[in-house]
């Protein structure tokens, strides 16, 4: 994880270095990414002595067939204190490769690296998208900076927003195959996650499709004002009905900003998604920490470890804790959202059927007026047409929120209380953990 340059005379092999899919290993680095440490497997995985490993940058064991846009991403996240993961090939000592799926995290004056064997299906995705990437590179002489904006397209290709977004996804879908793989039970609380993100994209959808609806009936009860006038005085109810169509769905528009992000440039359903993104990274790195920090006590009571092994016991169960402190917190956010995106939507069903209201006694009163009401048939008709698409909408809207809601409450663990308006954990800064 050095910035500067590392060679090898060891030509990289088309052999893969093996190692079990129920094996976890990590190594740490101090700021400059010089290794400090790490457990005895990836000693022996990297097929290097402590003392060549000790004091050596992490480049070390980098793979020439990795992208330098991907160490790009990773370096300019960890340098602004963020979390992360990644795929990686890695170059063992005699050439050998092997592939992880690595969370890097920060610790105090460094990072720690834990790595597991990925096995998802995504992982077929990315091995494709890094030969691109370096193909690109070595092609189109693309910078570091470059290749990394590079990536980042290809990402949101694959329907990534940022890169977040993917090694949320990602970490997620190594676990669940990994549990899957040892046979393990599945974790409820992951998979009910994964499972949001595509219910919140067709939610989003319909926000997007319910802001233009809206935006289609501004000008109706202008239309309205100028048939009345022409039916004057007959027309003054329809005048009086125009200018309560317009108060009501001035007051229904506002509301629709209950439907944005706090600061108003997302909207809800968006907000919801980033924060489930977030839960996912948080609960599957937790899992993975707390189960090498299992590994390395089992190892070092054992005797499987190198003398002062101790120390790095107490950075993993450091890091064991605050993962699992920040996944709490990042899961009542979650939670907080989704019930306030289903309460939003049912606030706005409620001023749509007085919207509805309005506009029967539009019909009511053209009916009083007989044939005198002609030239308001249009506008009624256009009326009824944006209010079906309106309610149709809303109503796909409110299922939606619904299905959220169940689906948070799924993966929400029982202590919590989603009534709750504060929790503990949630006042927590988890900015310098994940963004």
């Known amino acids: 994880m050095s ?7 060891t030509a990289p092999s088309k052999e893969e270095a093996p190692f079990e899919i129920s094996e976890l290993f990590f190594s740490r680095t101090n700021d400059r990414g010089i290794i400090i440490s790490g457990n005895e497997v990836f000693r022996r995985i990297s097929g290097y002595t402590w003392d060549e490993l000790v004091g050596a940058p992490h480049k070390i064991i980098r793979h020439p067939d990795m992208p330098k846009g991907v160490f790009y991403i990773l370096w300019e996240r960890l340098k602004k204190g963020l979390a992360t993961g990644a795929y990686v090939k890695n170059r063992a000592k005699d050439g050998r490769y ?3 799926y690595a969370i890097f995290s920060l610790v105090d004056e460094g990072y720690v690296s834990v790595r597991l064997k990925p096995t998802s299906a995504l992982f077929e995705t990315v091995k494709t998208l890094y030969a691109e990437a370096l193909k690109c590179e070595r092609e189109d002489g693309l910078s570091p900076a470059e290749s990394a904006e590079n990536i980042h397209a290809k990402l949101s290709d694959l329907g990534f927003p940022t890169y977040s977004a993917f090694s949320s996804y990602a970490v997620a879908q190594e ?17 009910s996650l994964a499972r949001l993100l595509p219910v919140l994209e067709a939610l989003d959808e319909q926000h997007t499709s319910l802001f233009a609806s809206f935006a289609k009936t501004r000008g109706i009860p202008s239309n309205m004002r100028i048939v009345a006038s022409r039916l004057e005085p007959a027309g003054g109810p329809i005048s009086a009905i125009s200018q309560n169509y317009r108060l009501m769905s001035d007051e229904a528009s506002n509301h629709l900003g209950s439907f944005q992000g706090a600061d108003g440039t997302q909207s809800l359903p968006a907000v919801v998604t980033e924060q489930v993104y977030k839960a996912l990274f948080m609960m599957a790195a937790s899992t993975i920490q707390c189960e090498v920090k299992a590994v ?3 190892d070092l009571a054992a005797g499987a470890e190198k003398d002062g ?3 790095e016991g107490d950075v993993l169960n450091k890091l064991a804790e605050d993962y699992m402190a920040d996944s709490g917190g990042v899961l009542h956010s979650v939670c907080r959202e989704a019930m306030g995106l289903a309460r939003s939507a049912k606030d706005l069903r409620q001023l749509v059927t007085g919207l509805d209201s309005i506009r029967v006694l539009c ?3 053209a009916g009083r007026l007989g044939a005198q009401s002609v030239a308001l048939t249009p ?5 009824d047409r944006f209010h079906i698409e309106i309610d149709s909408t809303l109503e796909q809207i409110l299922a939606l929120a619904d299905k959220v809601a169940a689906m948070v409450e799924t993966a929400i663990p029982r202590s919590f209380n989603c009534s709750l308006e504060k929790h503990p954990m949630a006042e927590r800064n988890l900015s310098q953990v994940y963004a």
């Not at 910035?3 to 005379?9: A, E, I, N, P």
């Not at 506008?379 to 009326?383: D, E, F, S, T, Y």
């Open 3 to 9: 910035r500067q340059d590392f060679s090898s005379s």
């Open 98 to 100: 092997y592939w992880v």
């Open 175 to 191: 676990v669940m195959a990994r549990d899957e793989a040892l046979a393990r039970v599945e974790d409820e609380r992951l998979q």
């Open 296 to 298: 390395a006590a089992e």
């Open 309 to 311: 092994f101790q120390g």
């Open 363 to 365: 019909r009511v009163e």
């Open 379 to 383: 506008v009624i008709n256009q009326l």
